[in-house]
């Protein structure tokens, strides 16, 4: 089965959407974004009757999710879907950091040892209906479209489903397990209990889109004193901008007018100002991503999971959003598949725990990076920039200090995999 549509295709389950109904399945999959899409795909390979929510009718998801690191792609190769998103997508070929107007740091995917070494840039609903498309050749797939969470079903000290709005009135599904992967806002998380501390970073992001004026495709970071911008190209022939702003700046920067955007831009990226001043009109072009961190201490409690932001909410610094969904998918998958076919409560409780001390030591070791990726964007000072273009600058001349750093940013998973193969 294929499909063009931005959501998940009309699939003959038995299943009305559209109206109230009491479904029962395996594994009740809450969001139908990377992360609970890629595990409602993996669950149904295993041979799991799986149930996918999605509160969203056409799962757009504007200036979100659209770059696919290298470990990103291998995870959708591992899913068996990669030969249906690369025709569609665009290859980038690497990364470059300007800092005061001069190149200072420039790095080829091509020179990675690695099998997926290059970073991939979809759209999201794309790569959402790709999923929803291959779980809908399994006959366990259950979607849900217009389905929102109001509650959870308990019984005896666990959930054993949800209580759900849908188009035709309330509908249940019950499930031996309930895995929520509905974002950073996680409203199944809070109706679980499970506490979560956010903590606002020092930054938002104003993104906008325009026109693609390089012909190699990379991703290109401008820095100048304490203010950047990161440059990403798109499948579509622009490039998404997002301009790092102090948290709540948005209202002083457009007291200035749309003119004062168009000078910060020509100060970063002087190569778009031509074309962002035929483009941008008004601030209605432009869209703000309000930045911030979740650390959830436990990611499960009995019959429920939490996977994605609504476990880990990162900064968009390098990337990691939608790797750390679909490596999340990866390793819960196969553990509670496991435990689901032939254990019980217990065996799929130890599952859900294994999973998080699978995965919580890499999203920690991603954020302490992003924090410290942020801190260098942030030095200001003459003598403070000057180290950091040298920094860059070392990153640059060595090949194997290069590897040694972004191997890890990049890599991570294929470099475990590998390790893993290893006798």
């Not at 757009?60 to 249906?84: C, Q, T, Y």
């Not at 012909?215 to 190209?233: F, Q, T």
């Not at 130890?350 to 942030?378: C, D, H, I, K």
Request: aromatic share 4%.
């Amino acid at each position: 089965m294929t499909g063009t549509g931005t959501g998940p295709p009309e699939v003959a389950t038995g299943v009305d959407a559209d109206a109230a109904a009491e479904v029962d399945a395996d594994v009740c999959v809450v969001g139908g974004g990377p992360a609970g899409a890629a595990l409602a795909l993996a669950l149904v390979r295993l041979g799991l009757r799986t149930a996918l929510l999605e509160r969203a009718p056409d799962g757009l998801r504007p200036f979100r999710g659209e770059s696919l690191s290298p470990d990103a792609v291998w995870h959708l190769d591992r899913l068996g879907v990669l030969d249906r998103l690369a025709p569609e997508a665009l290859t980038v070929r690497g990364l470059e950091v300007a800092d005061a107007g001069r190149t200072v740091l420039s790095v080829p995917f091509a020179d990675f040892p690695h099998a997926h070494r290059f970073p991939l840039e979809l759209p999201q609903p794309r790569l959402l209906a790709v999923l929803a498309e291959a779980a809908a050749e399994h006959p366990g797939f259950l979607p849900l479209p217009r389905w929102t969470v109001t509650g959870l079903l308990r019984e005896g000290g666990r959930t054993v489903g949800v209580r759900a709005a849908t188009p035709g009135g309330e509908g249940l599904v019950r499930a031996r397990l309930t895995a929520a992967a509905d974002g950073r806002h996680s409203p199944t998380r809070r109706l679980a209990g499970l506490p979560a501390a956010t903590t606002p970073l020092r930054r938002d992001v104003l993104w906008l889109r325009l026109p693609q004026v390089w012909s190699e495709p990379a991703y290109r970071i401008r820095i100048r004193g304490d203010r950047h911008a990161v440059l990403l190209p798109d499948s579509g022939g622009t490039v998404r901008v997002g301009f790092n702003l102090p948290k709540g700046g948005l209202r002083e920067l457009r007291a200035q007018g749309v003119a004062a955007l168009l000078e910060r831009l020509d100060q970063l990226a002087p190569e778009l100002s031509g074309v962002a001043g035929q483009q941008i009109g008004d601030w209605s072009d432009t869209a703000l991503l309000d930045i911030f961190s979740t650390v959830v201490p436990t990611w499960w409690q009995p019959g429920l999971v939490l996977l994605g932001d609504a476990a880990h909410t990162l900064s968009p610094v390098l990337g990691q959003g939608v790797h750390h969904a679909l490596a999340d998918a990866a390793a819960l998958a196969p553990l509670a598949a496991a435990a689901l076919h032939d254990g019980g409560p217990a065996a799929l409780d130890a599952a859900l725990a294994g999973y998080q001390r699978r995965r919580q030591p890499a999203v920690a070791r991603s954020r302490a990076l992003q924090a410290r990726q942020e801190r260098l964007f942030t030095w200001a000072s003459p003598p403070a920039a000057a180290l950091r273009r040298t920094v860059y600058r070392a990153l640059d001349a060595a090949a194997p200090l290069r590897r040694r750093v972004l191997e890890p940013v990049y890599f991570a998973d294929q470099l475990s995999a590998q390790e893993e193969d290893q006798p």
